[in-house]
């Protein structure tokens, strides 16, 4: 039943499904960072860059802290 629907590339103020946004970076991207949750609620960061192009761990969970909403437990 799913078969008719468009995903619009527009922005929203709903999530969306993780699986599709690392899905549409597949082939496009020359670097990457990844930061995200598990869903045991644990941060997941991954890099595909060397140790310094990657971010800071103070400005990691600066970031963190923004997109979390200072409610996910970051130590």
């Not at 468009?6 to 960072?33: E, F, H, R, Y």
């Not at 949750?37 to 644990?42: C, F, M, V």
Request: hydrophobic share 45%; glycine share 10%; net charge negative.
């Amino acid at each position: 039943m799913t078969d008719n629907v468009i995903d619009l590339p527009v922005p929203t103020s709903l999530d969306l499904d993780p699986d599709k946004i690392l899905q549409q970076a597949v082939g496009n991207l020359d670097s990457a960072v990844v930061i995200g949750w598990k869903k045991e609620g644990e941060l997941y960061f991954a890099s595909s860059m060397a140790a310094k192009g990657v971010l800071t761990t103070c400005s990691l969970h600066a970031i963190v802290w923004v997109f979390g909403g200072g409610n996910r437990n970051c130590q």
